[in-house]
């Protein structure tokens, strides 16, 4: 049998021919063995706007004109191809009547036999005219919405057009008006520099005159005058001279004391935590020959810098228990024996104990009442060791005992209160109050950790109140 030829001007988009399937009511299945080839053109489009939303809030508006006019490009091409979409399509139309027409006049030259194949392959080419359609007909609504998203991004990329100038107008306003304040500044400072240079030029001009004034004093044979100035240089060789003199002795008085500290240290230490709550002693090396017993102490409180100090009043021992006004500054003890002074320095500053600060926590909570003994009541010892009620309130202190008070005053400039100065081993744990004129008390506490507390608590109430509460003399540092 004879091949029918298929005319020239027929084209295909495949160099072989799609597989079909026909389906029950004569539906025509294409098999698809191609790879997926990316989202369709609506969703590029949806992707873009979300795109965009996201990004509107942080692009400039320079930024956001270059996009709009990118995506107006991208809708171009996209029209572009859906115009291409529509030649493609009425080519497949044309290809399909072709296709139907060879078939037609294949039918006629057939057996029967081979014209049921060929009539079944014309229900198949009818079946694939009307898929054709169906697509035609989404291709003229999807560039129905290009053609709308298009005419969306020209308006807005004039609008973002539109922005940029103004933008830009704005700009160059800021920006004259910046160069105008700079040029005002630069002339500002030329002034300024052309006034200082004319102070200066006359300042110049009155030396010269005040030496042309004193040559003419000079050659007008006034010699006294002369003799004046003289005698005041005089004077000030002697002063300088003498503030020389003095330098050199504080210079040597200062490398003495190095000396006499590091003698010192081969004779005596100082042993003791340097936090609330320790004792400070001042102790004698094994092979040291001296008799602390016949030695007299004075204890210093160096203020923060180190450039002054302080004698604490009272603190004449060899032991010293530091209380919370010594936190951050470093004690000193001079030590005088047989006419020769030595002094002992603590390493570092006092520093606050660990347990202290959540003990405080805990005290702001409470009443603030501790348990006392009563050690010395005005200068003398106190006979019975009896306890205390030592009650640290907002405006008062009171020390009583039941319902028997021994002494109550509110917080003035008057009332001492600090940690006792004159040794022992309970130094730690005993504070001094002086409530008023003639009453004064030693008192012990339960631990070193209830006496520093007592002590901050009742210096936060007098501040509150106007009042900074220490002890003798320890306003010097504040």
């Known amino acids: 049998m004879a091949k029918i030829s298929v005319s020239v001007d027929v084209k295909f988009k495949l160099n072989h021919f799609p597989k079909y399937n026909l389906g029950p009511d004569n539906q025509v299945f294409e098999e698809n063995n191609e790879d997926f080839r990316g989202p369709t053109l609506v969703e590029v489009v949806e992707r873009e706007i979300k ?40 080519d ?16 006629g030259k057939l057996p029967r036999h081979g014209r049921d194949q060929v009539e079944k392959a014309i229900a198949m080419v009818e079946a694939l005219a009307v898929k054709l359609t169906q697509k035609e007909g989404e291709l003229i609504q999807e560039k129905v ?66 030496v042309q004034q004193a040559r003419k004093i000079k050659l007008k044979h006034q010699p006294w005058k002369v003799a004046d100035m003289e005698n005041e240089l005089r004077e000030i060789r002697q002063l300088i001279k003498m503030k020389s003199i003095t330098s050199m002795n504080l210079q040597n008085e200062l490398v003495m004391s190095k000396a006499s500290e590091n003698n010192m240290s081969s004779v005596c230490e100082l042993t003791g935590s340097v936090s609330l709550g320790s004792i400070l002693r001042i102790q004698a090396r094994p092979d040291a020959a001296i008799d602390l017993d016949k030695c007299l102490f004075q ?52 520093v606050q104990a660990l347990d202290l600060e959540n003990y405080l926590d805990t005290l702001g909570k409470t009443n603030g009442d501790f348990n006392v ?11 019975s060791n009896s306890t205390h009620l030592f009650h640290v309130g907002k405006t008062r202190i009171k020390l009583g005992r039941g319902w028997i008070t021994k002494a109550r005053d509110s917080y003035s400039k008057s009332m001492q209160l600090c940690g006792f100065r004159g040794g022992g081993n309970y130094a730690a744990k005993s504070l001094f109050w002086l409530a008023q004129k003639g009453q004064s008390f030693v008192l012990v506490f339960d631990s070193q950790q209830y006496r520093n507390g007592a002590l901050i608590l009742a210096r936060k109430y007098a501040s509150d109140c106007n009042v900074f509460l220490a002890g003798p003399e320890d306003d010097a540092l504040i």
């Open 51 to 90: 795109q965009l939303n996201e990004q509107h809030n942080r692009l400039s508006v320079r930024d956001l004109a270059s996009k709009f006019d990118q995506n107006l490009a991208s809708a171009a091409k996209l029209s572009g191809k859906s115009k291409l979409k529509e030649v493609a399509s009425f």
């Open 92 to 107: 497949g139309f044309l290809l399909l009547k072709k296709l139907r027409d060879a078939l037609e006049s294949l039918k």
């Open 145 to 210: 919405e290009v053609n709308r998203l298009v005419n969306f991004l020209k308006q807005a990329s004039e609008d973002a057009k539109k922005l940029v100038n103004q933008e830009k107008s704005f700009a160059c306003a800021e920006i004259e008006s910046a160069r105008a304040v700079v040029l005002r500044i630069r002339e500002a400072l030329q002034e300024q520099e052309q006034s200082q240079c004319s102070g200066k030029k006359r300042e110049l001009e009155e030396l010269v005159e005040e």
């Open 299 to 350: 204890w210093f409180r160096l203020s923060s810098q180190c450039s002054r100090r302080e004698p604490i009043s009272g603190a004449t021992k060899s032991v010293y228990a530091p209380e919370p006004i010594d936190v951050g500054r470093v004690l000193q003890v001079v030590i005088s024996s047989n006419g020769t002074k030595f002094t002992l320095s603590t390493s570092e500053p006092i």
């Open 373 to 383: 003994v009563i050690s010395q009541m005005n200068d003398r010892n106190y006979s």
